[in-house]
């Protein structure tokens, strides 16, 4: 604990003495990675410090609140911040060195300078709030809003097992801040769904199967299903990763979904399997406790098979 407080001294110190800075979010950003982008930007930029968020340009237009009152400007980066990504490959392409990495990801596998990884934080938006607090830095709205939704998202709405105590007080604080409006981020985040959010989830769920005594069920997202329902990738409702673990008896759920060059697959395990070390088996793979991914690069259908062979060995 009080390695990790040094580590959070020695970054507000840094922060404080720097100037053009750029933010690295991962690829397919989420808004934890967003939120969190941000709300160190506004906080920053409230210092009189240049700052630039890089970040991946296709995302679900229900992030684009986050970017409020932000303007992408042009300069060179002296300082490059990593948030929420957890392995190079995830960083964006030519991206620089990463001077300081800030994550909540069990497996970070990022090489920084001065390294911040705390998986007992829900988001890595907690993990931003404390370093903007310990900044002395006053949470306006736009903070507020962008960690909130890194939080709650992150969370799934405050029921997830990463759910913490301090996710909620922190949340609590947020709420507090004038202004912020939490109603429109739970409503757009989990209370809303398109037409076509729901026909892809008519399809999503006609595509479940089960394997071994129901322990294990996967589902699907193909490239035709998308292209029929004119959906991008980004477009993808994140809460269906975890709509298959919900179900009785089940232990892990394997989402596979398709792009160009390989099958994604999501894992989410129940308190008894751990999804970072299932999702490890294969390359690239990790996550945290209760969800999990990797990359595969086959067919679809091979890929199901491996994951209803590898798991075979493992619920018994
Ligand atoms: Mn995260």
Redesign the pocket.
């Known amino acids: 604990m009080n390695e990790t407080l040094n580590v959070e001294k020695k970054i507000v110190e840094r922060l404080k003495i720097s100037d053009n800075i750029h933010i690295i979010t991962h690829k397919s950003p989420?808004p934890?990675?967003l939120g969190?982008a941000l709300a160190l930007y506004h906080a920053l930029h409230s210092l009189g410090k240049q700052v630039k968020i890089i970040h991946d340009i296709n995302f679900s237009s229900k992030y684009e609140f986050l970017f409020k009152d932000y303007s992408d400007p042009n300069f060179e980066g002296k300082l490059f911040v990593s948030v929420?990504v957890a392995t190079p490959d995830l960083l964006p392409a030519n991206s620089p060195e990463v001077d300081i990495c800030i994550?909540?990801?069990i497996n970070n596998k990022i090489e920084a300078e001065l390294k911040l990884v705390r998986p007992e934080a829900s988001?890595?938006?907690e993990i931003i709030y404390d370093l903007i607090t310990m900044l002395g830095i006053n949470i306006n709205k736009n903070i507020a809003n962008c960690l909130y939704a890194?939080i709650a998202t992150?969370t799934g709405c405050f029921r997830q097992a990463n759910t913490t105590a301090n996710s909620h007080t922190i949340a609590s604080k947020l709420m507090n801040i004038p202004g912020m409006d939490y109603l429109m981020i739970t409503r757009k985040f989990f209370g809303f769904e398109s037409l076509k959010d729901f026909k892809l989830k008519k399809l999503f769920f006609a595509n479940a199967e089960f394997f071994h005594n129901k322990k294990l069920v996967t589902s699907t997202i193909t490239g035709e299903m998308l292209k029929k329902l004119e959906l991008g990738s980004e477009q993808i409702d994140n809460g269906l990763y975890s709509e298959l673990i919900k179900i009785e008896g089940v232990c892990v759920s394997a989402v596979l979904r398709e792009t160009d060059d390989f099958v994604k697959v999501s894992f989410r395990t129940n308190e008894q399997y751990n999804a970072n070390e299932i999702a490890g088996i294969w390359n690239n793979g990790g996550g945290h406790k209760r969800a999990g991914g990797c990359i595969m690069k086959c067919s679809i259908e091979d890929a199901k098979q491996s994951i209803v062979n590898v798991l075979a060995g493992i619920l018994l």
């Open positions: 989420d934890d990675t969190s929420d994550d909540h990801h988001a890595t938006g890194a992150d």
